[in-house]
């Protein structure tokens, strides 16, 4: 897998990063994650997700490089905790991050367009190093 690290402001504006750095905070809150489903989004397991979505939402505050498999994560954890009211945060997003489901899929999608280059080697793949 390629190792370029790109950093934030050089793939997304504020707002999308900002979006990114709320979605991984709601693994700390609402959402609830099985040790199964962390591994499936390519962590060893929930503790590792919550210390690598940590890590990744200071990061991305940070403006620091993140390796595409880091942006691959960030990107799934992002999707899966907006959407499934299962193990997300999905129909109390609004409540918990102040953003309209309107509002985040637009941004959403707008981000997913500007990370297809950087995280290509890891569609249909879990991204795990």
């Known amino acids: 897998m390629p190792h370029e690290a790109p950093r934030p402001s050089e793939l997304l504006d504020?707002?999308?990063?900002?979006?990114l750095r709320r979605a991984l905070l709601e693994w700390s809150g609402p959402a609830h994650c099985s040790d199964q489903l962390a591994v499936g989004m390519g962590f060893t397991d929930t503790q590792d997700l919550l210390n690598q979505c940590d890590r990744l939402r200071s990061a991305l505050a940070d403006n620091a490089p993140l390796k595409p498999v880091d942006w691959a994560r960030t990107l799934l954890v992002t999707e899966i905790v907006f959407v499934s009211d299962l193990v997300?945060?999905?129909?109390?997003?609004?409540?918990?991050?102040g953003?309209?489901?309107?509002?985040?899929?637009?941004?959403l999608r707008v981000i997913q367009r500007k990370l297809a280059k950087t995280i290509s080697p890891y569609y249909g793949k879990r991204p795990a190093e």
């Open 14 to 19: 504020k707002d999308e990063a900002e979006l």
């Open 88 to 97: 997300g945060s999905g129909g109390e997003w609004r409540t918990t991050t």
């Open 99 to 107: 953003r309209s489901d309107e509002e985040t899929i637009t941004l």
